[in-house]
């Protein structure tokens, strides 16, 4: 089943079981993928869609900091709850051990040795942890491996 029919089908459970919450984050989602769709005039496959997905996840996380600045505890809680939505169709999160191995394996691949190689060395990663590790903290990895 696709990621798409799968929010489909979460997205009549929510309607049923009548969560509002959980029922608007799905819509967002889907809204976003649609709008994406219609834009680029193709349709989005399962890569494209966790890519969407991971995005989405980001921004909330950003504006949760600057609600948290702010003072405005309320609508930082309900960007949570939306993360925790959006998460459920991210695959499952690597380990801090696996995405040491991954970056060990991407420099031996890539022959990076300096800081100018980190592009090299993020191109052989990013397909292996995209919506399954934030890239920019893997991103801070690889810098201090080759600093």
Do not use: C, H, W
């Amino acid at each position: 089943m696709s990621l798409k029919d799968q929010l489909k089908d979460q997205q009549k459970l929510a309607m049923l079981a009548k969560n509002k919450a959980r029922l608007g984050t799905i819509r967002l989602l889907m809204a976003e993928i649609k709008q994406r769709e219609i834009d680029s005039r193709i349709e989005l496959n399962d890569e494209d869609i966790l890519a969407v997905v991971t995005k989405m996840v980001k921004q909330r996380r950003d504006s949760i900091s600057q609600y948290e600045v702010a003072g405005r505890q309320d609508l930082a809680d309900v960007e949570a709850a939306e993360i925790q939505v959006l998460q459920e169709f991210l695959p499952q999160q690597l380990t801090a051990a696996e995405i040491d191995a991954l970056i060990e394996q991407a420099i031996a691949q890539s022959g990076a040795a300096v800081m100018a190689d980190m592009g090299k060395v993020m191109a052989v990663l990013k397909p292996n942890i995209q919506g399954r590790a934030d890239v920019g903290a893997v991103s801070a990895l690889v810098k201090t491996r080759l600093a």
